[in-house]
Structures are given as C-alpha cells and as structure tokens.
C-alpha cells in the first residue's frame, strides 16, 4: 500500500528565505505527482503536476523534483513572501485512472 | 467560469438526521472524489466514481452513500450512521483522458453535527 509522508508538518521562516519542502513516497511505481497548496477553511490549489517521466517542474517562484528512485519529491518556492503561508501537500497516483494518495501536509509561517 | 462548486458552504446537523452535500463541476470531466478532512490531518478518500452511474468506496466509505446520476454531479450522504461527522468534506474533480490530468478542488463544506 501506498504510504506518503511530509517532513517536517510544520516550517517558520523568515521574508525572503527559500522554502525547502519535501515529500516522500514508499512505492516507486507512480504515474505523477502534484503539489497543491490549502489556505485556512478553504479548498486545496493545485500549484504543479509532475509526470513520472519528468524531472522538474516549474511555475514562476515554484520549482517542484522528482526522483522516483528514491521515492522523493521537493517543492522549493524562491524569496518566500508572507503570502505563501499555508499548509503544502503532495499526492502521488499510481495509474491513470486511480485515486491519489495524499500526504499530511507541511504548515507554513512566512514571518515578515 | 470553469469550475467545481460545492453548497453549502457551512452545514448543521443534529445527530441522527441525514444531510446531503452538494458537488456540481463544469469541467467536463469523468472522475469526481470525496474526501474528508479532520483538523491538522491529510485528505481521506470517502467514495469516487469515473463514470455515469458507477462509483467505488474509498479508504472510509462507512457511513456515507453517493450516486451519480449525470456526469457533472456527485452528491453525498452523510447518513446516521457516521459516528463522527464533524469535518471538512472536499470534492474533486479530474479528467482521465491524455496525460497531464491534473485533480481540481471545490471550496469544501464544513459540516458539524450539534
């Protein structure tokens, strides 16, 4: 079974560092990852999809690796601003038409 | 505007009633999720379906019932017989055609069960 882990559950830094965030998965054998961002009460956001071909990911401050070997993926976010507070998750799927495995997340404080 | 909605946004229940929540997506596409999520956890997966008229438990399906009628609807039960139903529900949405098929969130709809 499939098990997805976010370490550390919770991150503070300072305006202008760069966020580190990573993800681990015990099965190998996934077809994509996809990082999505939650903010308090709300829905979740989707911010990258990597497929399981692809190295890297990119969207403006946001990068996203992926070593499926290791069964590892990292979210980095460049120059964190207060706006990028949240909670991160990651979420592998196995085949196409599966369902995706979530991680419990990492809670992050932008302190300005 | 494209996109997954969910009503209501806060609901009320007291114990032993069975509520409905409510999934409606524009997107066009096949597969549709419900998940639950509890305070400073990850999502759980209640039920999804990726096609007309068929859906599959997920990881804690007890307690819950769905159907899916048309394709841009999923609705759920919570029935009596959940024994904790104070959550967040989230719905999504995903399309299982090509590759990059990205999964896409509604809002959510906090229930609590006085």
């Known amino acids: 079974k499939q098990e997805v882990t976010q370490i550390p559950a919770a991150l503070s830094v300072p305006e202008g560092e760069n966020l580190v965030l990573n993800c681990s998965f015990t099965d190998s054998a996934i077809y994509n990852l996809q990082w999505f961002r939650q903010d308090p009460g709300k829905g979740l956001t989707s911010l990258l999809l990597i497929q399981s071909s692809q190295r890297e990911q990119t969207s403006g401050r946001l990068n996203a690796s992926l070593d499926k070997s290791s069964g590892r993926s990292t979210l980095y976010i460049a120059a964190s601003q207060p706006g990028d507070s949240a909670t991160y998750l990651c979420a592998v799927i196995k085949a196409a038409g599966n369902k995706l495995t979530f991680g419990g997340g990492t809670r992050v404080l932008v302190k300005p | ?114």
């Open chain 2, 1 to 114: 505007d494209g996109g997954i909605t969910q009503s209501p946004k806060y609901l009320f229940r007291k114990e032993g009633q069975n509520v409905t929540l409510s999934c409606e997506q524009n997107l066009n596409h096949d597969a549709m999720y419900w998940y639950r999520q509890d305070p400073g956890q990850g999502l759980r997966l209640i039920y999804y379906s990726q096609i007309v008229n068929d859906f599959q438990k997920g990881d804690i399906a007890e307690g819950y019932s769905v159907s899916r009628e048309k394709k841009e609807s999923f609705p759920l039960t919570v029935t009596s017989a959940q024994k904790n139903p104070t959550a967040f529900y989230l719905c999504a949405s995903r399309s299982l055609a090509g590759e990059h098929n990205e999964q896409f969130f509604g809002p959510g709809t906090r229930l609590t069960v006085l």
